[in-house]
């Protein structure tokens, strides 16, 4: 298996990055999308690997090469909702419409969920909990389709349409087009076990010991654990989208306090690692966007799921936090280290069809950009040493791996930030390699 030295290799800016698009009923014509690339790179881009049956897109990286990107995104929120995108950037309208819209498109896919049973699909997990769980999910999905079409026969609720497939994907038959089912096909054959999982955690222990945290810092992250393994079983991509939801929540919830600090003037020495959360918060982001293209929030439940759990999470890191960042910062290692655990079993398992697949275009865009915003901040704790990571991106194999590895500068940072003087050394550690390398702190 690859380490993240392995997969480092230098970045020198020769072409600033972009997407293009090759058209199955034009091929002359080139689609620029996210980072635009100058008009005559594009049509000799497109013109060397034309091929009219492609309708999949290229992503051109910051050393100038083409790297194919997945052809469809199978999120929720898919185009608007998705960095790097369509609309990417835009102003947010008032909180009363876009609530209003959210309920609206949320009830519509609650509605769908049950009377279509889009939980059909799921498949039989092998714990006895999750299994108990399946089963009194089925029996509510079939009386929420019951109260569905009661409701809609008598007018309460509006006569409810499938979902239409976007047109940029879509066959003469309305269904998703033939290379997008096939994509979809392979992710599904994707597997974790959690009895692998519990065992890769186990061996880590025995060989480096546990993290030191009082019973009411782990009951929450145990909580979340038998949920992700109740809830989730044969299903990978979902529980890595919601892990990464839940993920991405302590460093939000580290820079409110740490903001709010320096608003009233307790504390203004926090303003670097403030900037250090705000990398971490950045890169976990990234994270979820991947796991949402490939489908992880597709389902109803799991997003209804993730989202309230997010909420808890946030005020209740809010309060440790408040009186002990040490615990705060113990539980989000906790956290850390079982998404490490699980991405690194996740590749082991996965590893010749992952390198089969190609990388969502969110995932090529974030890696092999030119401009890697805040990923040097996200690697703090690596060591004056360590090269700087330049990963590559060209498979789904490398995607997860980079992922993997991302999870390990998070735990690095969360144990150094358990002792003051040792995240200190670490961020002037950090200014100085940055130095070292010719680049300032972003």
Avoid at 42 to 59: G, I
Avoid at 88 to 99: F, I, R, S, T
Avoid at 177 to 194: I, S, V, Y
Avoid at 223 to 247: G, H, K, S, Y
């Amino acid at each position: 298996m690859r380490t993240a030295h392995q997969l480092t290799r230098p970045s020198q800016c020769l072409q600033r990055p972009g997407l293009i698009t090759r058209s199955r009923r034009r091929t002359s014509v080139v689609k620029c999308v996210a980072t635009p690339v100058s008009q005559p790179a594009r049509q000799e881009l497109a013109t060397a690997s034309q091929d009219p049956t492609d309708t999949c897109r290229f992503f051109v990286d910051r050393d100038g090469q083409m790297i194919r990107v997945m052809c469809c995104d199978y999120g929720f929120r898919a185009g608007a909702g998705r960095l790097y995108q369509d609309k990417y950037g835009e102003v947010p309208d008032n909180v009363l419409v876009m609530a209003g819209d959210n309920f609206q498109h949320e009830l519509s896919a609650l509605r769908r969920s049950v009377r279509y049973n889009e939980y059909a699909e799921i498949r039989a997990p092998a714990n006895v909990l999750a299994r108990v769980a399946g089963s009194a999910g089925k029996v509510l999905v079939s009386g929420l389709s019951r109260v569905d079409s009661w409701l809609e026969a008598r007018g309460v609720l509006a006569k409810l349409q499938p979902a239409e497939v976007p047109a940029a994907v879509q066959a003469e038959d309305g269904q998703l087009n033939e290379e997008c089912r096939e994509m979809l096909a392979q992710l599904r054959q994707l597997k974790l076990h959690d009895s692998d999982v519990w065992a890769r955690e186990k061996r880590r222990k025995a060989e480096f010991g546990d993290v030191a945290a009082p019973w009411f810092v782990k009951a929450p992250f145990w909580l979340l654990c038998v949920m992700l393994d109740a809830c989730f079983a044969n299903r990978p991509i979902q529980r890595f989208w919601v892990l990464e939801t839940v993920a991405r929540i302590p460093y939000f919830a580290y820079i409110s306090i740490l903001h709010l600090y320096e608003s009233l003037g307790f504390w203004r020495a926090g303003a670097e690692l403030r900037k250090v959360h705000f990398a971490e918060e950045w890169n976990e982001l990234h994270h979820l966007q991947i796991m949402e293209s490939l489908g992880g929030d597709q389902l109803w439940f799991d997003r209804f799921l993730a989202q309230h759990a997010a909420l808890a999470y946030y005020w209740g890191l809010i309060v440790i936090y408040l009186f002990s960042p040490k615990l705060a910062y113990a539980f989000s290692e906790l956290v850390e280290l079982h998404a490490a655990d699980t991405y690194e079993q996740f590749v082991e398992t996965n590893q010749e069809l992952l390198a089969e697949l190609p990388p969502p275009m969110v995932a090529a865009a974030y890696y092999r950009n030119d401009d890697l915003y805040m990923f040097d901040e996200l690697q703090t704790c690596s060591g004056e040493d360590a090269p700087l990571r330049r990963p590559a991106c060209e498979s789904l194999l490398d995607v997860f791996s980079n992922i993997r590895d991302d999870e390990v500068e998070h735990v690095k940072t969360m144990h150094a930030c358990q002792d003051t003087k040792l995240i200190a050394e670490q961020l002037a550690g950090r200014r100085k390699k940055l130095a070292a390398e010719g680049l300032s702190p972003q």
